[in-house]
């Protein structure tokens, strides 16, 4: 791999931005497809330049790095950020707007959340090897039904 050289002498063309641990994260949702599998769940509808999987991606990494229920803040978590390294080519931090990621919520809970966790998780299980031929039970909790006969004194 070649390493660009640098222009020391010049630290105006010089720009830093931070990955943090959401390079991480960014990093196994790649690997696993996340946005890819979102994305045959979910089509993008509107003529946006974000996907629905990279709306996900989105509000994963804003939700482990800059908790907060509001979504016109997403944007700015995003600002020094490398949001073309992190969610994809093309992605700009204002991409990333509240209603863009409100259209998303929208279309999960249309499909149900619980059917996207449990396909995507099964599917990903399924990739990993995670699923075997047999069920594990939890046998350590033990419960007692019927009613209690009371002795008098």
């Known amino acids: 791999m070649t390493v660009p050289s640098i222009d020391t002498q010049n630290p105006d063309l010089l720009k830093t931005q931070a990955l943090e641990n959401e390079g991480l994260v960014a990093a196994v949702t790649r690997d696993l497809k996340i946005v890819d599998k979102i994305n045959q769940r979910l089509p993008t509808t509107d003529k946006a330049n974000v996907t629905m999987g990279q709306r996900v991606l989105a509000m ?10 509001r979504l016109y803040l997403v944007p700015r978590f995003f600002q020094n950020k490398p949001v ?9 931090s204002e991409h990333l707007n509240d209603d863009a990621l409100g259209r998303c919520l929208d279309a999960i809970a249309t499909y149900g959340t619980t059917r996207l966790f449990f ?5 990903i ?15 350590t909790s ?5 009613n209690y006969l009371i002795m008098k004194q």
């Not at 994963?60 to 229920?69: M, Q, R, V």
């Not at 033990?142 to 019927?146: A, D, K, N, V």
């Open 84 to 92: 073309d390294r992190l969610i994809g080519p093309g992605i700009e």
């Open 142 to 146: 033990l419960t007692l039904q019927g």
């Open 119 to 123: 396909d995507m998780a099964f599917e």
């Open 125 to 139: 299980g399924t990739e990993q090897g995670l699923l075997g031929k047999s069920s594990h039970l939890d046998t």
């Open 60 to 69: 994963i990494l804003n939700g482990l790095g800059f908790t907060n229920d």
